[in-house]
């Protein structure tokens, strides 16, 4: 996904300077950007996720002439940044990675109990994984339940943060799930967080969250 949210982002910034795109303008489809940047249109979907969470862009769904992005501010240096540090995390290592989503999730959790909100997105994340036909859909499920946690915060440059850690989140994931081989733990935790944030909690969606991370990682 880094090489098209790149390539999206270089795109967009071309338009602008080339051909006079605007604020409030829409982009190409997902099936002409995919063939113009030679990637996926799944490839390309998620960069558009990504830049709408950043709110350079606002993705409508349907057809004809107001589905697809519309660009809703220009890319900054701060995206830039968030390319680079998706590009670059192979420089860190694992403890990094999961040391800086702890401290995101715990933040993210007492915002999220606080405001009593995310529990929608995070339920249906559960039960995608209860449904899951082996590690990569459950770890697609469960990327989804932290994105939707650290959303449920409402800081949009913390979202941002985890949308480019889901890269190298995915790969260390994939390696928990085969190494613990049987996911109840893993989804008891997630059950654990949602009840806490479900009830205001916000000492045990923290507690929830440290724990869960620890039995996912526990080197």
Known sequence: M??????????IEEAIATEGL???DRLPGERQLAEQLSVSRASVREALRALSTLGVVSSQVGRGPDAG???TSRPGAALAGLV???????AFSMREVIGARLMIEQWAAVQAAH????TAEMARAIDAMDRAAGPEEFVAGDI???LALVAAAGNRLTTAVLEALRASVHRYAIAAVVRLGDTSG????HRLILRAVEDGDAGGAVTAVTAHLAYAYPE
């Open 2 to 11: 880094a090489k098209a949210f790149e390539q999206v982002l270089a795109r």
């Open 84 to 90: 680079r540090l998706n590009l670059g995390l192979d």
């Open 22 to 24: 605007k604020v409030g």
């Open 186 to 189: 893993l989804q008891e935790g």
């Open 69 to 71: 992005a519309v660009l």
């Open 144 to 146: 989804a339940f932290h």
């Open 115 to 118: 405001l009593k909100s995310g």
